[in-house]
Nanobody, 122 residues
Framework: QVQLLESGGGSVLAGGSLRLSCAVSGITVPIYSMAWFRQAPGKEREAVAVLATTGSTYYADSVKGRFTVAEDGQNNLYLYMDNVKPEDSAMYYC?????????????????WGQGTQVTVSS
């Protein structure tokens, strides 16, 4: 069973930076995709960044040019957040799924961590 543990969230001023980490375990196949989602109070969970098994990436328009998703080859997923904005405030979740397919639809992903809170103040 895939297990995910996020860390690195916190409070930061607008314009600052954060690095979120996610330790992924239980993946027994070499082909898998990973992603970061976020959910603000009263809003749906939305895809922030996806790292496909091919190495290709997807970013939500709202974070393009500011966020970077990366993996270190040891099943640790990262989200580098630069020039953060108050609207980036949310609970951030990582997810992973075996196979080469991926989706921005949260229902596609079956395994979630407990999340890490990011709060950006102006």
């Amino acid at each position: 069973q895939v297990q995910l543990l996020e860390s690195g969230g916190g409070s930061v001023l607008a314009g600052g930076s954060l690095r979120l980490s996610c330790a992924v375990s239980g993946i027994t196949v070499p082909i898998y995709s990973m992603a970061w989602f976020r959910q603000a109070p009263g809003k749906e969970r939305e895809a922030v960044a996806v790292l496909a098994t091919t190495g290709s990436t997807y970013y939500a328009d709202s974070v393009k040019g500011r966020f970077t998703v990366a993996e270190d080859g040891q099943n640790n997923l990262y989200l580098y957040m630069d020039n953060v904005k108050p609207e980036d405030s949310a609970m951030y979740y990582c997810t992973a799924r075996a196979g080469s397919r991926w989706s921005v639809d949260s229902s596609f992903w079956k395994n979630w961590g407990q999340g890490t809170q990011v709060t950006v103040s102006s």
